[in-house]
């Protein structure tokens, strides 16, 4: 009776230890599962700010690259009017810059498509696109980047030499093609960013000072064809004024007293100040958002939890700012300051906005080629 | 996390003193150039005019080092130049003397320029 007792309580202590034991691995079981969840959402996130970061990037070179070929029309007009002639050794600088912002724009755009591979990555498994991108990528990370630099080297450290910047980057993604694991393509990732912010970090007064210049030529030009009233520069003051229920004695025409002429030259002066903030704090969001975007990968690689939020503003704002920049192209085919708008003389993609036909750009504005016709 | 790899705006001294040099020409050259009295002062202000820009073009491919003694005096140098330009234009008198100043800045950039490393 005893030893059937013992034997009885022994079963249970068994039956026990196996329960504990099956529910110990039912919980490890999804505590894996749960922490493999998260760490694909998670690299999906990253995917997705990266992509938005890197895109902001390719743009905000394309946007440079397009306003080095507003600043090389303006300079020929004023070197026109100024009496300089054509200087070959300039169009070689600007063609040298140009191939600089074009290389990097499309530096940018092979990353922004190695974070959609990574995207398909963490939503199923590698598939021959990831590894296409990926191999795309490194080709682009690996060829000569045409230099950008204009930094003082104490500010920054050594002096950037991108290729060796890169070489290293191209490494990582030949050795995540292999394995195909989510952590290693993140660092892979990583390992670019790094090379890249590195870059733009370094570069970016020598990129901001573009749109300085862009801005600024526009400025010079409109002040001076305003002095010699070339240009009808009322709409600069129109709204203002309508603010105040005032309307101007000859809107269509330029004004005729001299020193009217000039406050007016300043007030285009003044905007161009603004406008110079604009393009600088452009490249400043983008650099924010690319550094966020690097810490948030680090911390995904140490397994902790992230969060993209302040990365996505920060490219919103960095895009917003962009296409502010963007309205103020001056259009092309069109003779300079032809066109002003309410919205003053960098505005002239505008329609005038008492047009019932004109609502957004002067290209998309039907009425605009009879309005205002050159 | 480390700090180290974070990157910030890092002004450029070197490349800012040229960038002020290369926009104070742009933006006043026809004010300069109205107060020219004969055809070699327009001439001088054009071939000025022409060199800071290049040389600007040059420094945006170029690293400055501005802990270098020499980049930073020529970089004080050319900073100086500009307060004293810009201080004359307020109230322009003597052109000559005006362009004179600027001949001598826009050598000082020259001489920076060729210190940048590629």
Known sequence: MKALIERLARGRRIRKDITVLVFAGIVTILVGCVAGCVNRTDAQKLADSGLSAASTL??????????????????????SLRGIPRDPNYEKLVQDNQAALLRRARLARQLAASYQSLKDLSSYDASGSVSDSFDKLGKAVTGSLPPLKGLGASAAGAPIDAEKLFSTVAGWLASWKQSKDLQKAVRGMTETLTALDKLF???????????????????????????????N??????????GIGLKLAHPDTPPTDDDINKALAQVVRAR??????????????????????????????????????????????????????????????????????????????????????????????????????? | MR??????????????????????LDENFE???????????????????????????????????????????????????????QSMLSNLKDIVQMLNLVTDAVNLASRLVVLGAP
């Open chain 1, 272 to 374: 161009s100040v603004h406008l110079q903030g604009l393009a600088d704090s452009a490249g400043q969001d983008l650099l924010t958002a690319l550094n966020q975007q690097l810490a948030a990968q680090e911390r995904f690689q140490a397994n902790q939890g992230i969060s993209v939020t302040d990365i996505q503003t920060a490219v919103e704002k960095a895009s917003d700012l962009l296409g502010q920049i963007e309205n103020q192209k001056l259009p092309r085919n069109n003779s300079m300051l032809r066109t002003t708008s309410v919205s003053g003389v960098f505005a002239l993609n505008d329609c005038f906005s008492d047009h019932p036909d004109c609502q957004g750009p002067i290209e998309n504005c039907a009425a605009n080629s009879n309005d205002h016709g050159s």
């Open chain 1, 233 to 242: 520069a009322w709409p600069l003051l129109q709204q203002d004024l309508d």
């Open chain 1, 58 to 79: 390719a743009a905000y070179y394309g946007t440079l690259s397009q306003q080095v070929d507003d600043i090389f029309e303006m300079e020929a007009f004023s070197n």
């Open chain 2, 3 to 24: 700090t180290s790899r974070r990157y910030r705006l890092l002004a450029s001294t070197t490349l800012d003193t040229l960038k002020s040099l290369y926009f104070f």
């Open chain 1, 201 to 231: 970090a370094q570069e970016l007064p020598a990129c901001q000072s573009i749109s300085e210049e862009r801005v600024l030529k526009a400025s010079v030009i409109a002040s001076e064809l305003i002095q010699k009233k070339q240009v």
């Open chain 2, 31 to 85: 004010d300069l150039l109205n107060d020219c009295t004969n055809d070699n002062q327009r001439q001088q202000l054009r071939h000025d005019y022409v060199v800071v820009r290049d040389g600007f073009y040059q420094a945006r491919n170029l690293v400055f080092n501005d802990d270098d003694p020499v980049v930073s005096t020529l970089s004080t140098r050319l900073a100086d130049a500009q307060k004293q330009m």
